[in-house]
């Protein structure tokens, strides 16, 4: 397996796609087995934790990687395959032919999977601003009425603009930190138990991820593996 | 029942197979990706003591199962849930009529339950009404993940759904167990999407839901439904092993289905043979909070052990409970729904 960058700068294109599901990038949960180039011909080979993760998901991780590594100055041509999945036939063939998702799987998708990838979008954005509450609360800096200009410069806060620019919700000074996933400023009255939801999803986003690197490291005993757990 | 430090717990597993996943019953390569998949999760979460052979975790004897579950598995009652999996399976994967051998066989340590499909129509709810008959079902297994045919799944929400739920109410089949997933079809809906069971849960007051694996990877979803909805629980088949491997991950599980749930609807469950009661048990009952998390989840004690460990699924199946192994107070109902103020969109 490739952990050390290759030549040009595919690694690094590659590491700008994130599993939708997991909001962390591929090449970070050793998604990716092999990124190679020659003469601008790039070579991407894809696993995933199980022979059944969510072929929706599968797509867009493929589709999204076959992006990134066109994109990169130079390349001339991409093969991207995804291996040991339960689907992979179907995906490599579609994304190979840019046949979006339903082209890619004929009768069987009822539309683009957008909507899904929204709806974990939204999800990564409730989950960063649990870190960031967490982080003030822990410094003592009660949330509630704060605007995101008053919030002191911190990681947290850096991933939360990112995951808000993301969505297109609001990210100038005046905006109030506390956004719902629409963008809809949480009443005073709701904020407990509205960050108490931000709370649950990111348990579940983290164990979830937590997870996958355990049953990745268990299909492919040689990959590479954090345990972020302890 | 399981005994530590002056206390005695009773045991229902609410949540074992008794499987054939041998090659020579495999369908397709989809059967054996199956298979494969849980043997995966057998390996990932379980202590290296208790890792079998892939042959072995094919099946398991009559004798295997009565020993890692009653002999060792201080389980007083173990409930099998129905996997047909027919398309992937020759003679199905864990039907009703392979568990019913064992349940018929030794019906004081086994209760059966039987499942439905809503895309077998009419002729599938005169089969459930058969089934109730043969099986005397208290429960189902769904499974809406499924496939069939061309169909890669279906929901809760369904009208023909609706059919046989009325079906199960008029048969007094009273709890109706849902597996969400695995990660397979639809393509692109997703099959861990719980929100269906909102729906019939208000729809259907007088059913229970349990959630199998209280609707992980969406815990946040299940427990936004559940809190609102008192008829809706949470089945522990594959949290419960996190208790190993990830320890804090279980305590923050468990401490946010006590926050958004109550202790009267969470139901352990081992998922036999993917994983087994005896050391799930043993951790859970000398398991706590880790102190640094207190503050916020608070302390398991042993009376919510006791409850999540067998009273409440006691409850659900009319499981008589000796006097002495009860708590006084697990009888009261689940306390009125935390959230029901305006929902999250979603």
Known sequence: MSTSPPDGGIWEALATVRDPELDEPITELGFVSKAEVHEGHVSVRLRLPTYFCAPNFAYLMVADACDAARAVPGVVSVDIQLEDHFAAHEINAGVAKDAGFTGSFPGEAGGEPDELRLTFRRKAYLASLDRLVTRLTAEGVEPARLRLGDVPESQELARLLHRRAELGLDCSPRSPLLLDQRGEPIPAEEAALQLRFARAVRVSIEGNADFCRGLLHTRYPESAWRDSSS | ?346
């Not at chain 2, 201080?74 to 349940?103: M, W």
Request: charged share 25%.
């Open chain 2, 1 to 346: 029942m399981y005994e530590k430090d002056g206390h005695q717990y009773f045991v229902v597993d609410g949540h074992i197979h008794f499987w054939d996943a041998r090659p020579s019953n495999q369908a397709n390569r989809y059967g054996e990706g199956f298979i494969n998949c849980f043997y995966d999760y057998h390996r990932n979460l379980s202590p290296a003591s208790e890792v079998w052979s892939l042959e072995d975790f094919w099946q398991q004897s009559e004798e295997r199962i009565l020993h890692d579950v009653f002999e060792v598995g201080y389980v007083d009652k173990a409930i099998f849930q129905p996997t047909y999996l027919n398309d992937f399976f020759v003679n199905g994967f864990n039907t009703t009529e392979q568990d019913g051998v064992l349940a018929e066989k030794y019906p004081d340590k086994f209760i059966v339950n039987g499942s439905w499909d809503p895309r077998d129509g009419e002729a599938g709810l005169d089969r459930l009404e058969a089934l109730a008959e043969r099986w005397s079902l208290q429960g189902v297994k769904l499974y809406t993940a499924e496939w069939k045919g061309a169909s890669k799944g279906w929901k809760l929400s369904d009208p023909w759904s609706y059919r046989y739920l009325e079906k199960c109410q008029e048969l007094g089949i009273r709890n109706i167990h849902v597996h969400k997933g695995p990660t397979i079809y639809p393509l692109n809906l997703d099959a861990f999407d719980v929100t269906d069971v909102d729906e019939v849960a208000s729809e259907f007051p007088g059913l229970k839901f349990i959630v199998e694996h209280c609707g992980l990877p969406r815990l946040e979803d299940f427990c936004w439904i559940a809190t609102q909805e008192p008829n809706v629980y949470a089945g522990l088949a594959v949290v419960m092993p996190f208790i190993h491997s990830r320890p804090r991950y279980f305590a923050q599980v468990i401490g946010e289905l006590l926050y958004w749930l109550d202790e009267n609807r969470i139901t352990f469950a081992s998922d036999y043979a993917i994983w087994t009661p005896k050391w799930l048990i043993e951790r859970f009952v000398d398991f706590q909070i880790p102190e640094d998390m207190r503050g916020e989840y608070g302390e398991l004690t042993p009376e919510v052990k006791k409850k999540i460990l067998g009273l409440n699924a006691a409850r659900l199946y009319d499981i008589p409970v000796p006097p002495e192994l009860d708590v006084v107070e697990a009888h009261a109902g689940s306390g009125e729904p935390i959230a029901s103020g305006p929902k999250v969109p979603a």
